[in-house]
């Protein structure tokens, strides 16, 4: 058999592509119902960037201030989106998070809790009660564990580090499977599926400065739009505030906003808790005596105050960012966080383990004993593949999405902690839609094997060329100039350099060229995930070009205020003409759904 060709095939009903939290949960569901489920990851099991998500998940289950419910999670997401959210999306998780939290606990997960013994819930940016369920700062590692034991326990085949390149489809276009090859051997493998749901989380490999590992290449964003699919809001990128800038072996590591809430707060280089002149018409640092009695002001959450520091993220950033350019950042380009001076070190030590030995070891950094430096680091993108909010169902035929890769539930910005009940929450929803379809029998009924040989013959094509660039210099540049031109502050002019440049380095990827074997060769694996890291940055810097306003994650220093027109529509793109990465992106106006008017009143309660 040629190399050139593919080594095995293997056909299920329902594909999952993407071992986190979205898609064991979609695995879990799916299997439920009989069907032959397989999950495919191009890291390991239990590898997943779910695992990096520390402080909890959003859900309104009262345990800590019983007067929460999901009227008031719904209304902060939806305030926390600026609106551009899909108002129904936002609905089902609020309503259905707590439930999906209770089942997790029956399947294992061990949360921390009150005195009376209920789960208990810490306070996060943008929440105006205490709603994280978490595990110290580990929820994300408790979350990954709980379900893996599940998956496993239920015999579902786990296909691991196994690089999926292109989604397949049947001669009457549905998505029918998809080709891959594995990491270890370089040999190709094809899946055929009744139904596919796409896993895969983020993009935000394709900046400088992030805290996403390296499976966050944007590969489920760039196959779902190559397969017929819509993304939507690609623009809303968000910079966590407080990723580590120094020691460099550190750099981009997140810090999880637990930190904030339980009692950390932000310096800039004069000693100034500077958030505080970043709230209009609150309450000021200077009119309290001790930060103690800031603190007891603040917590009183039936008048709807909470420390500046837990203002939503994409604000704390933007405030970190302006100190820095007024020249009060911190030596390496940051500012101070500081819990050490707030919280005694055994406090410390038992609210957030992770936090304390992951800075010791790495970083020599004692939280318990001085300041951190931080600054914002690319951390989500709330843009993704538009979905059916029921069904998570996409434009493409057979193809379903939940988790990061996912649109519209978040809108311009997400909550810290609604990210992991958006796993569960639409993880279970893709599994059901996924399972629904493949027992209506819609299902395709084939599978392209021109695009297999087309997708294995591009894949193959780098190490053709004698000469040629080599992909680790193209990341590189990729990365710096996203940071620059497409960052967390943009104006017309970078954007448009940025998506000239997004043409060029078209070129330079179709002129890469990779040395040695394809067994574990990291240049290869590279230069495969350059495509799509190529196809999100174009996406996100249109949509950036197009959105003439600031709002959540993205930030136009020449339109600094929001436009209520922007408020009413999405930016979809779309390659209409068919294709992959070389296709001319479309992008128009999507009108955002219109939301009823019962749900309108919950916005408008003042509080």
């Given at each position: 058999?040629?190399?050139?060709?593919?080594?095995?095939?293997?056909?299920?009903?329902?594909?999952?592509?993407?071992?986190?939290?979205?898609?064991?949960?979609?695995?879990?569901?799916?299997?439920?119902?009989?069907?032959?489920?397989?999950?495919?990851?191009?890291?390991?099991?239990?590898?997943?960037?779910?695992?990096?998500?520390?402080?909890?998940?959003?859900?309104?289950?009262?345990?800590?201030?019983?007067?929460?419910?999901?009227?008031?999670?719904?209304?902060?997401?939806?305030?926390?989106?600026?609106?551009?959210?899909?108002?129904?999306?936002?609905?089902?998780?609020?309503?259905?998070?707590?439930?999906?939290?209770?089942?997790?606990?029956?399947?294992?997960?061990?949360?921390?809790?009150?005195?009376?013994?209920?789960?208990?819930?810490?306070?996060?940016?943008?929440?105006?009660?205490?709603?994280?369920?978490?595990?110290?700062?580990?929820?994300?590692?408790?979350?990954?564990?709980?379900?893996?034991?599940?998956?496993?326990?239920?015999?579902?085949?786990?296909?691991?580090?196994?690089?999926?390149?292109?989604?397949?489809?049947?001669?009457?276009?549905?998505?029918?499977?998809?080709?891959?090859?594995?990491?270890?051997?370089?040999?190709?493998?094809?899946?055929?599926?009744?139904?596919?749901?796409?896993?895969?989380?983020?993009?935000?490999?394709?900046?400088?400065?992030?805290?996403?590992?390296?499976?966050?290449?944007?590969?489920?964003?760039?196959?779902?739009?190559?397969?017929?699919?819509?993304?939507?809001?690609?623009?809303?990128?968000?910079?966590?505030?407080?990723?580590?800038?120094?020691?460099?072996?550190?750099?981009?590591?997140?810090?999880?906003?637990?930190?904030?809430?339980?009692?950390?707060?932000?310096?800039?280089?004069?000693?100034?808790?500077?958030?505080?002149?970043?709230?209009?018409?609150?309450?000021?640092?200077?009119?309290?005596?001790?930060?103690?009695?800031?603190?007891?002001?603040?917590?009183?959450?039936?008048?709807?105050?909470?420390?500046?520091?837990?203002?939503?993220?994409?604000?704390?950033?933007?405030?970190?960012?302006?100190?820095?350019?007024?020249?009060?950042?911190?030596?390496?380009?940051?500012?101070?966080?500081?819990?050490?001076?707030?919280?005694?070190?055994?406090?410390?030590?038992?609210?957030?383990?992770?936090?304390?030995?992951?800075?010791?070891?790495?970083?020599?950094?004692?939280?318990?004993?001085?300041?951190?430096?931080?600054?914002?680091?690319?951390?989500?993108?709330?843009?993704?593949?538009?979905?059916?909010?029921?069904?998570?169902?996409?434009?493409?035929?057979?193809?379903?999405?939940?988790?990061?890769?996912?649109?519209?539930?978040?809108?311009?910005?997400?909550?810290?902690?609604?990210?992991?009940?958006?796993?569960?929450?639409?993880?279970?929803?893709?599994?059901?839609?996924?399972?629904?379809?493949?027992?209506?029998?819609?299902?395709?009924?084939?599978?392209d094997q021109s695009e297999v040989d087309e997708a294995i013959k591009e894949a193959l094509a780098p190490f053709k060329r004698e000469t040629g660039e080599n992909p680790y210099d193209i990341q590189r540049d990729l990365q710096e100039m996203m940071q620059t031109n497409v960052g967390i502050i943009r104006t017309?002019?970078?954007?448009?350099?940025?998506?000239?440049?997004?043409?060029?380095?078209?070129?330079?990827?179709?002129?890469?060229?990779?040395?040695?074997?394809?067994?574990?060769?990291?240049?290869w694996n590279l230069a495969t995930d350059l495509p799509s890291m190529l196809t999100v940055s174009k996406c996100t810097a249109r949509g950036a070009r197009e959105r003439k306003e600031s709002r959540g994650g993205h930030t136009r220093e020449d339109f600094p205020k929001a436009d209520p027109n922007y408020g009413?529509?999405?930016?979809?793109?779309?390659?209409?003409?068919?294709?992959?990465?070389?296709?001319?992106?479309?992008?128009?106006?999507?009108?955002?759904?219109?939301?009823?008017?019962?749900?309108?009143?919950?916005?408008?309660?003042?509080?």
């Amino acid at each position: 058999m040629s190399t050139d060709t593919v080594s095995e095939h293997h056909e299920y009903d329902v594909l999952i592509i993407g071992a986190g939290g979205a898609g064991l949960r979609a695995a879990i569901e799916a299997k439920q119902r009989g069907l032959k489920v397989a999950l495919v990851t191009k890291s390991l099991l239990g590898k997943a960037h779910t695992v990096m998500a520390e402080g909890g998940m959003a859900a309104a289950m009262g345990n800590v201030y019983p007067e929460d419910n999901w009227m008031v999670h719904f209304r902060d997401t939806m305030r926390g989106g600026k609106m551009l959210n899909n108002y129904r999306m936002a609905e089902l998780h609020a309503k259905e998070a707590p439930d999906r939290v209770h089942e997790l606990e029956q399947w294992g997960a061990l949360f921390d809790r009150t005195k009376d013994g209920k789960i208990l819930q810490r306070d996060f940016g943008g929440h105006r009660y205490a709603r994280l369920a978490h595990v110290g700062d580990r929820t994300g590692l408790e979350l990954i564990r709980t379900l893996q034991q599940k998956v496993v326990s239920m015999g579902t085949d786990v296909f691991m580090e196994c690089k999926v390149l292109k989604l397949v489809h049947d001669n009457s276009g549905k998505v029918a499977g998809c080709v891959a090859y594995w990491r270890a051997t370089g040999e190709f493998v094809t899946f055929s599926a009744k139904a596919v749901v796409l896993a895969t989380g983020g993009v935000g490999k394709s900046w400088k400065f992030t805290s996403n590992s390296w499976e966050g290449t944007g590969d489920g964003h760039a196959m779902a739009l190559w397969a017929g699919a819509e993304l939507i809001d690609m623009e809303a990128i968000q910079f966590h505030p407080t990723g580590m800038v120094w020691p460099l072996s550190v750099r981009g590591i997140l810090v999880t906003e637990g930190v904030r809430g339980d009692g950390g707060i932000l310096k800039n280089s004069e000693g100034e808790r500077f958030m505080f002149n970043y709230v209009a018409d609150m309450f000021r640092a200077e009119t309290a005596e001790t930060p103690e009695e800031a603190d007891r002001w603040y917590d009183d959450h039936s008048a709807g105050r909470r420390p500046p520091e837990l203002l939503p993220r994409d604000e704390v950033a933007r405030a970190i960012n302006t100190e820095v350019k007024a020249g009060r950042g911190s030596p390496h380009g940051g500012v101070y966080l500081d819990i050490a001076s707030r919280r005694t070190p055994e406090f410390i030590r038992r609210r957030l383990p992770s936090m304390y030995h992951q800075f010791m070891e790495l970083a020599g950094v004692d939280i318990t004993k001085e300041m951190m430096e931080i600054g914002p680091t690319c951390h989500y993108i709330m843009g993704g593949v538009k979905v059916d909010a029921e069904t998570t169902a996409t434009a493409a035929e057979g193809l379903f999405a939940a988790g990061e890769v996912a649109g519209g539930m978040h809108g311009a910005n997400r909550l810290g902690g609604n990210s992991l009940s958006d796993l569960i929450v639409f993880g279970r929803r893709a599994g059901m839609g996924a399972a629904d379809y493949v027992e209506s029998g819609k299902g395709p009924t084939g599978f392209d094997q021109s695009e297999v040989d087309e997708a294995i013959k591009e894949a193959l094509a780098p190490f053709k060329r004698e000469t040629g660039e080599n992909p680790y210099d193209i990341q590189r540049d990729l990365q710096e100039m996203m940071q620059t031109n497409v960052g967390i502050i943009r104006t017309a002019s970078e954007i448009d350099e940025a998506i000239v440049k997004l043409e060029e380095f078209t070129e330079r990827i179709n002129n890469l060229s990779v040395k040695g074997g394809r067994a574990y060769n990291p240049g290869w694996n590279l230069a495969t995930d350059l495509p799509s890291m190529l196809t999100v940055s174009k996406c996100t810097a249109r949509g950036a070009r197009e959105r003439k306003e600031s709002r959540g994650g993205h930030t136009r220093e020449d339109f600094p205020k929001a436009d209520p027109n922007y408020g009413k529509i999405n930016f979809a793109h779309s390659l209409p003409s068919g294709g992959d990465w070389h296709g001319e992106i479309k992008t128009v106006e999507s009108p955002i759904l219109v939301m009823p008017d019962e749900l309108k009143a919950l916005l408008e309660d003042g509080k």
